[in-house]
């Protein structure tokens, strides 16, 4: 399928082609300065860069051009416009809404332009974009993707703002912006790594005129420095960041400052530009600062210094960090910028090689660039970004979420899924066994469950947290190689823990717990979690419903309270017995039984994203 990319600016259109069976971009380019009637059009296609000057007054007239090029151009990739499958849309807010790729209709249009105070610099134009795309390609689908959707995971506590839950309710949150960068940029270190991002905890510095720092836990955003709007956070180009809410009124008050002026200041004349007085590009600011003009050479530190704090701040956030990525303009190209932003962290292991910082040069042939010294415990990695493909790809997943699931068994065997409610357990080592129960101790069988290979114990254990304790929690057997807990979010407040989400046997970082038994205590370090919710399936089961051994899938639950699961990690063994498991928390928000059943209607990501 062939899907065109459309990022409307308010003064731009940027554009791409996508051939998605290759994930090739066939044409890629950008109308700038629409509006006037010299604007400016260059695009590359067959390898070959191409300007030229046009009469575009508005998008519409910019977008016909666009078109034109895809067909008539040198080397054109198109013989018609009726080989675009789809034109996906990018959207800066999705608010409390939209928490992932939409086709637009009249309802979408108007949460956009009902979100226009959120986003003014963009917001008006995209949703012109979307006009004038609509008016010439009207039997094509159009898809809407976020730059807010890939932080829906932040939980609430890194979310709300410290005013009246009222307005949380109200939708007065942190949602985060850049997120097709970010997780395109995660997904790409994890290749580079060779390691699956679901065991990756990364922080994403996405440095431009716009600019953001997120962290990426296990391939899921749980927090970024953007938030209700994307003034929050970096120093950017126009864009004032983080600042004091007195500043504010005392302007108003002092400095008779109206909202729309005070607007203008932080969206438009504040940021680089406020501070050096010179310009909004770093590139000119750096030339400035080379000519020893103090307010530039200030800018430009205090642009990293921000850059370093939160780099800081989310390294205690994750727990520490594997990797560090820098992306965007000033990430890939700004090697002074990259130095400074990481000068002075040898101590959180973090250390840069001034050598290959210097060589760094990311492009099409090398995304990926590790600028990482030897002895630094994180990897420092530069990506170049690619939030078009991210968006292609979401386009793709929106208008054909069946697709990877095989429609024979939707559409008509719609074969069931057995699940299972599980309660909090324990998985113990023999050592543990003997340390809780006494030398020489075995577990006794009471139950077997429905994968033969494991047994509820006749043994229970007393668990023990900071606040409180649980008791009469059952013991899995048999024996472990390492002891591990799992529990649900009830029992998480109870013990006064927090427990990551994570599979079974992923315990680093984990919060610890002690454990009682009749016979003595044992302290866990770590190895408390709030298990993923997952299906067990043989490899046949696996290839009738056409997944793969670490897909992530959706499932369907059926009843009074109808719900969809997402985030279901598939398991394949011969072993195994078909069935998904969830926790307690789960069961209750859907009604279920003990056991019921569910069917899987979509397939999230593939074990190669993971």
């Known amino acids: 399928m062939k899907v065109l990319v459309i990022n409307s600016g308010s003064s731009s259109l940027k554009y791409d082609l996508f051939d998605l069976d290759t994930e090739r971009s066939l044409i890629g380019g950008n109308v700038s300065r629409v509006g006037t009637e010299k604007a400016e059009h260059r695009y590359t296609c067959s390898g070959k860069e191409t300007t030229s000057s046009i009469s575009a007054p508005d998008h519409m007239t910019a977008l016909k051009e666009v078109l034109d090029v895809l067909t008539n151009a040198d080397g054109a990739p198109l013989k018609s416009l009726s080989e675009i499958g789809a034109v996906a849309h990018r959207i800066g807010h999705g608010g409390s809404l939209y928490r992932g790729p939409v086709i637009i209709d009249k309802t979408v249009k108007d949460e956009i332009r009902r979100l226009i105070p959120l986003m003014p610099l963009h917001h008006p134009a995209m949703l012109s974009g979307i006009d004038a795309c609509q008016a010439v390609l009207p039997k094509v689908p159009h898809v809407a993707v976020f730059d807010t959707a890939f932080h829906r995971t932040i939980p609430d506590e890194a979310a709300i703002y410290g005013i009246p839950h009222e307005y949380f309710v109200k939708g007065i949150r942190r949602f985060g912006f850049h997120g097709n960068s970010h997780e395109y940029v ?111 050479l200030l800018a430009i530190k205090t642009f990293c210094y921000r850059v370093k704090r939160y780099i800081g701040a989310y390294m205690a956030v994750l727990g520490g960090a594997d990797a560090i990525i820098f992306t965007a303009g000033i990430g890939e190209k700004g090697k002074a910028e990259r130095a400074r932003c990481l000068q002075g962290l040898e101590k959180l292991g973090i250390a840069i090689d001034p050598i290959q910082n210097d060589r760094c040069g990311v492009d099409a042939e090398t995304p990926v660039f590790d600028i990482g010294a030897r002895h630094s415990s994180v990897q420092i990695l530069v990506v170049a970004t690619d939030e078009e493909l991210m968006i292609a790809r979401q386009c793709a997943l929106a208008l054909d979420y069946k697709k990877s699931v095989r429609q024979d068994i939707l559409s008509t065997d719609r074969r069931p899924i057995r699940i299972s409610v599980s309660v909090r357990h324990v998985h113990l080592c023999a050592a543990d066994v003997e340390s809780l129960f006494g030398k020489g101790y075995r577990l006794s069988e009471k139950s077997r469950l429905y994968i033969d290979s494991e047994y509820a114990a006749k043994e229970t254990v ?144 593939r074990s190669c994203t993971m």
């Open 186 to 296: 995660a997904q790409k270190a994890a290749e580079f790594l060779e390691t699956p991002l679901r065991r990756l905890n990364i922080i994403s510095c996405h440095l431009g005129n716009g600019a953001s720092v997120c962290a990426i836990q296990r391939g899921h955003s749980i927090d970024t420095s953007m938030g209700f709007s994307p003034l929050e956070g970096l120093i950017m180009g126009t864009r004032v960041g983080d600042i004091d809410p007195g500043i504010i009124s005392y302007l108003m008050r002092n400095e008779g400052f109206s909202i729309d002026a005070l607007d203008d200041i932080f969206n438009k004349s504040g940021g680089l530009l406020g501070i050096s007085g010179v310009s909004s590009d770093m590139r000119e600011i750096l030339e400035a600062a080379d000519k020893d003009n103090a307010r530039a």
């Open 462 to 605: 007393s668990l023990i947290g900071p606040r409180g304790r649980v008791d009469d929690v059952r013991i899995i057997g048999p024996e472990r190689a390492r002891s591990q807990v799992e529990i649900a979010r009830t029992e998480e407040f109870k013990l006064g823990i927090d427990a990551p989400v994570r599979e079974s046997g992923d315990l680093k970082g984990t919060p610890g717990i002690i454990l009682e038994g009749p016979a003595g205590r044992v302290t866990l370090h770590e190895g408390v979690i709030c298990a993923m919710r997952h299906i067990h399936m043989t490899p046949e089961d696996a290839e009738s419903f056409g997944v793969k051994d670490r897909d992530v899938v959706m499932v369907k639950i059926q009843g009074e309270r109808e719900l969809i699961f997402g985030d279901v990690l598939v398991r394949v063994k011969p072993s195994y017995k078909l069935e998904m498991h969830i926790d307690t928390d789960e069961a209750n928000a859907a009604e279920l039984p003990p056991v019921s059943e569910g069917f899987l209607v979509r397939i999230e990501s």
